[in-house]
């Protein structure tokens, strides 16, 4: 039998998936071979993780069949997709921090006996991830990895199971340029020994790099599946999204003309702990001017978001200064940082930038409701903050049935426009934004950039922390990399490129005798070589 | 008056400080064994009332105390079954679950034990002389001429930590309370355990409850618990939920408890009344050396406590 002649590892038909009035998926089509690895891109809502979850068994479809290697299947439980040799990765971890790498793997894993083996597992574990360059030890607890190495746990646990067919969501989201290369090589090696590697992304580029086949989905259907090497980025944009994107972004112009900028925000020797108490900054110094957008570039977990919190108030500077605007505001409080005019877009938007159970105007005023004309005395003023919202929701375009909507249900886009409009309202004079584009789709963060341009022009401060390379040489003047808690370079925008940034970000300055090995090891994409 | 400061005062204090403390320890580890599962069991006091009761009962009808004993296992077990009914299919709040089931069984079993108060037990369990052992100085008579169900406690504490730290199932158990979400994705059915560690742990309060009534002071007053479920639910964070760490917390407070009451007997001239919040006021010492943020990071809760778990439910 030729390759071809064999059934698909997976053949998924007509799988239609409801979330009370949201449909997910509709009907869609979906096949991969063994011994390829296959792109599912589409934008965020498009269904991509819902037909994956469907394949994992974590939801059941309410119409469809799904066939495995020829053979149809009915996945009642995730327990039953491992058997039949899925394995799945997933975007946000499964692991559980408080155990070590090798009790994860053996979670879940039956007829194992009753007394835990790690030992033997831990020496399965080197060899597999030796054999596969997907180092990392087997005896470290998770809580002490770097995201790269939890996500080689993720794939190893997968292997270790023997999965024939191996499902990837969003796998380089995290990873330094570097690491993704190092994963691509790591995956291509899999399909090379037959198995089926599936990966969902929304990067056109890796799309093209890595995979052999692609499938696109928009809202919830498959519009297609075309071979990467007859393909290219336009077309593929085209099939994403149903229409022609915009010109490219380009590269800011540097605000003519301005060359002593008044500086806004001063940031001098600061020294943060991180949640588990280990210092997160260790000494940054930063200086922000009037009109200008610092962006500040690093792998997940060096730093940023303590400096955020720092910069914002949210979490207590064991050292050095925040002054904004020429006021010391180190370790006052949040509320005091706001009223010097900082606005603050929070990585978790749902977290500690909307409240998900209140209506949308309640969360429209939750920055401006203790001033009038939003309050009168002790009272609200319904009428004034019903037209406060209606032009906060009409000005930054966001799509909602109603003010009296919770902000929960809206989409990722439309919160994430809901927040910056209300940040943003009132002429912030400096804008902390941490990842103010992540998880949204593309038009919702066309709207994102544009608000936080027209920000910058009018002569606001802006610190943009990102783990996105090109929306960080998008918007940014200057670009800090922060690693391991410090400044280890700051680039120009307008000469930076993604090579230079992605040393940076792997702790290499490039000095003789500084160069350090990336986060608490080697990066993948160089434990192959040896 | 005694002498408060010789030795044999300490050792009857410390011989006196095992069995009270055995009540909260079963209690304790039953508590432990429902939040690592994620369940948080606040119902503890109940189910001890309920054991106590019940074990006593079956006690009168039927001269063994062994079948009461196993009687407060079943009581135990039926109401950690009601509390788990409630918490992991249901999802209702555990916290007011847990609340209500207390505030049920104490009032069922004042009610059901309007008649045995003041009653003596038919049978009860006694104090055991281990040959050998009992006869060794000091630890003899503090560790080895103790009641059966000390002694099934001694066993209970080193198995449920190898059951927790060196098992397949307890490693299971452990990311049910860490990460439910994982132990599902991972193929583990993380309703039923989940239902199983709470029905364990009633069991195991139950039994706590059987050990006041049974062996420590045999028979049955209202209210007869004073408070010691919520104190096993509070040593469990002591403990940082490990097993061999309750047992320390639970004899330190057992320590406490009998020293005060040998103290009033003494009749060292310290009012009673505050003797009598001194096991009370240990545990909120305890709390707060156990909640530091240094010992918080070390040891910490179970990530997903107190959290109901619904597989497709989105946020």
Not at chain 2, 56 to 82: E, H, N, P, Q, S
Not at chain 2, 123 to 150: K, T, Y
Not at chain 2, 158 to 172: E, I, N, Q, S
Not at chain 2, 276 to 303: D, E, H, K, Q, W
Request: glycine residues 12%; aromatic residues 4%; hydrophobic residues 45%.
């Amino acid at each position: 039998m030729t390759r071809d002649a064999a059934p698909p590892a997976v053949e998924m038909r007509g799988i239609t998936k409801r979330f009370g009035e949201v449909v997910a998926n509709a009907g869609v089509d979906f096949a991969a071979r063994s011994g390829e690895v296959h792109a599912l891109v589409g934008e965020n809502g498009a269904g991509k993780s819902t037909l994956m979850s469907v394949l994992t068994g974590l939801y059941r479809p309410d119409t469809g069949t799904v066939a495995i290697d020829g053979r149809p299947v009915r996945f009642r439980s995730p327990r039953d997709a491992i058997d039949a040799g899925i394995g799945m990765v997933h975007q946000h971890f499964t692991l559980v921090d408080s155990l070590t790498v090798a009790e994860n793997v053996l979670l879940g894993r039956q007829g194992q006996g009753f007394r835990l083996d790690t030992s033997t597992v831990e020496r399965e574990l080197d060899a597999l991830g030796e054999r596969h360059g997907l180092r990392v030890d087997p005896r470290a607890r998770i809580w002490q990895l770097s995201v790269g190495e939890q996500q080689r746990v993720e794939i190893l646990r997968v292997l270790h199971r023997g999965a024939r067919i191996l499902i990837l969501d969003e796998p380089t989201a995290v990873l330094t340029p570097r690491e993704a290369a190092g994963l691509a090589a790591a995956l291509r090696g899999l399909a090379d020994e037959g198995l089926c590697v599936v990966f969902i992304s929304h990067k056109l580029d890796e799309v093209l790099a890595l995979a052999d086949q692609v499938t696109v989905l928009r809202r919830g259907r498959s519009v297609g599946t075309v071979d990467a090497a007859a393909t290219d980025r336009r077309s593929l944009a085209r099939l994403m999204v149903g229409r022609e994107l915009l010109p490219e972004d380009r590269r800011l112009t540097p605000t003519a003309g301005t060359p002593a900028r008044e500086t806004v925000l001063e940031v001098v020797g600061l020294r943060a702990e991180g949640d588990r108490g280990r210092p997160a900054l260790d000494g940054v110094d930063l200086r922000v001017g009037a009109g200008e957008s610092l962006g500040i570039a690093g792998v997940a977990g060096n730093g940023q978001r303590e400096l955020a919190e720092v910069v914002t108030g949210l979490r207590r500077a064991t050292a050095g200064r925040v002054v904004i605007g020429g006021q010391d505001l180190t370790n006052r409080s949040p509320r005091a940082v706001a009223a010097a005019g900082v606005a603050h877009i929070p990585e978790d938007r749902l977290a500690t930038g909307l409240v998900g159970g209140l209506d949308l105007a309640a969360n429209a005023i939750l920055r401006g409701y203790r001033v009038r004309p939003l309050t009168r005395g002790p009272l609200l003023a319904g009428r004034a903050i019903a037209r406060f919202t209606d032009r906060l929701l009409d000005a930054n375009d966001v799509q909602a049935p109603g003010r009296s909507t919770p902000a929960g249900r809206l989409s990722g886009g439309n919160q994430q426009k809901l927040l910056l409009g209300r940040e943003l309202d009132g002429r912030p004079r400096l804008v902390v934004a941490v990842h103010p584009a992540r998880g949204v789709d593309v038009g919702a963060t066309e709207t994102i950039h544009r608000l936080l341009r027209e920000q910058r022009a009018a002569g606001a401060a802006t610190l943009l922390i990102s783990e996105d390379l090109d929306e960080l040489l998008a918007l940014s003047d200057r670009i800090a990399v922060l690693f391991e808690g410090r400044v280890v370079g700051e680039v120009e925008s307008a000469t930076a490129d993604h090579e230079q940034l992605g040393l940076l970000m792997a702790g290499v300055t490039g000095q003789p005798g500084t160069e350090r090995a990336g986060f608490d090891g080697v990066p993948i994409g160089l434990a192959a070589d040896g | 008056m005694d002498d408060v400061t010789s030795l044999a005062f300490l050792t009857s204090v410390l011989a006196a400080a095992i069995p009270a403390a055995t009540a909260i320890l079963y209690a304790c580890l039953g508590e432990l064994l429902c939040e690592r599962a994620g369940i948080l069991n606040l119902g503890v006091e109940g189910m001890m009332l309920m054991g106590a009761l019940g074990g006593f009962a079956v006690t009168v009808w039927t001269d063994r105390a062994w079948l009461g004993a196993l009687a407060a296992l079943g009581i135990g077990a039926a109401f950690g079954a009601l509390h788990a009914v409630l918490t992991v299919p249901i999802g209702a709040n555990q916290v007011v679950s847990g609340l209500a089931l207390t505030l049920f069984g104490a009032g069922l079993s004042a009610f059901l034990g309007r008649d045995l108060v003041g009653r003596a037990a038919p049978d009860s369990f006694g104090r055991l002389h281990v040959p050998l052992l009992g006869d060794l100085p000091e630890l003899g008579p503090i560790l080895f001429r103790q009641n059966a169900l000390v002694y099934l406690s001694y066993a209970l504490v080193p198995a449920l930590w190898f059951f927790v730290y060196r098992t397949r199932p307890g490693l299971h158990l452990r990311a049910l309370g860490e990460n439910p979400g994982t132990a599902d994705a991972l193929g583990l059915p993380v309703a039923a355990l989940r239902v199983a560690y709470v029905v364990a742990g009633g069991a195991l309060a139950g039994l706590g409850g059987a050990v006041i009534s049974l062996a420590t002071n045999p028979g049955w007053t209202e209210n007869v618990t004073a408070g010691r479920g919520y104190i096993a639910v509070a040593l469990v964070i002591f403990a940082g939920w490990n097993p061999l760490r309750a047992a320390f917390g639970a004899y330190l407070f057992g320590a406490v408890e009998a020293g005060q009451f040998r103290l009033q007997g003494a009749g060292v001239p310290i009012s009673s009344f505050f003797l009598n919040m001194l096991p009370y006021l240990f545990t909120v010492a305890a709390l707060v050396l156990a909640s530091r943020p240094a010992a918080r990071r070390r040891i910490g809760a179970p990530a997903a406590l107190g959290q109901a778990y619904v597989r497709e439910e989105r946020a």
